[in-house]
């Protein structure tokens, strides 16, 4: 075996013991979980120090999902916002030139504004189509 060789073979070894010991560590907490929780409802419902009680209440709430909410807020330059834009622009451009030679008839565009993102694995867009009494109807499908 060459030096690469054996350099190779102990990165795999000390991963796959990394790997296993991680796994056991994780098996061993999921054993407790149900303890821990017993502990943080105990103590929630009859610690004497109120911080005590507020804290493992909380400890519940934020795991079970239902702990404070956290929002972000993200700010872009118009530069930024024009590129995004544009970029989502081409995006439907080209799903809408896709799907006018897989159907043969010229498909309106949504503009960027009213566009629906649908749920699903597909590229699927909605479409826009202006009826003879001059409204616009929207259509997609749906799962």
Do not use: C, W, Y
Request: net charge negative.
């Amino acid at each position: 075996m060459t030096d690469i060789e054996v350099a190779s073979t102990q990165s795999v070894q000390k991963a796959d013991f990394r790997t296993s010991e991680l796994e056991r560590m994780r098996d061993k907490l999921a054993r407790f979980m149900p303890r821990a929780v017993d502990i943080l409802t105990e103590l929630a419902e009859t610690a004497e120090n109120e911080r005590v009680r507020l804290a493992a209440a909380e400890s519940i709430l934020d795991r079970s999902g239902l702990g404070k909410s956290s929002s972000t807020q993200v700010t872009v330059s118009q530069a930024e916002h024009d590129i995004a834009t544009r970029e989502a622009e081409e995006i439907v451009a080209k799903l809408g030139r896709q799907k006018e030679i897989e159907s043969g008839a010229p498909v309106v565009k949504p503009s960027i504004e009213a566009l629906v993102v649908l749920e699903g694995d597909d590229d699927t867009l909605p479409t826009t189509t202006a009826t003879p009494e001059g409204t616009i109807e929207v259509s997609g499908s749906e799962d």
